[in-house]
């Protein structure tokens, strides 16, 4: 069983940046793909970013490419997600989630394929 817990999100004006951050706890962390997903108020989850278990591998939605940026650290079983110039649009509660033992490469970006996710943490951006 593997529990994930975000930190990080909050208020912040357009332009700014915020860093989330995942912990992990319980399994294998390096056995996991690690993703992030957002929700956003009356519309369905959506990817974001994932990386592969040791980081070979990064996928990035089409409107968070060069703003947002995925990294994890097997040793603290952490994964962060870098957010600058946010807008408005990125207002939501994003969600870390695990993609459990999966092959080492594979950084799968549709949520149905990961097992595990966290209660999430509420991003605000102000225009």
């Known amino acids: 069983q593997v529990q994930l817990v975000e930190s990080g999100g909050g208020l912040v004006q357009a332009g700014g940046s915020l860093r989330l951050s995942c912990a992990a706890s319980?399994?294998?962390?390096?056995?996991?793909?690690m993703g992030w997903f957002r929700r956003a108020p009356g519309k369905d989850r959506e990817f974001v970013a994932t990386?592969?278990?040791?980081?070979?591998?990064?996928n990035y939605a089409d409107f968070v490419k060069g703003r947002f940026t995925i990294s994890r650290d097997n040793a603290k079983n952490m994964v962060y997600l870098q957010m600058d110039n946010l807008g408005p649009e990125d207002t939501a509660a994003y969600y870390c989630?695990?993609?459990?033992?999966?092959?080492?490469?594979?950084?799968?970006?549709?949520?149905?394929?990961?097992?595990?996710w966290g209660q999430g943490t509420q991003v605000t951006v102000s225009s």
């Open positions: 989630a695990a993609d459990w033992m999966t092959s080492l490469v594979r950084a799968s970006t549709n949520p149905a394929e990961y097992d595990y």
């Open positions: 319980g399994g294998t962390f390096s056995s996991n793909a």
């Open positions: 990386i592969s278990r040791i980081g070979s591998t990064t």
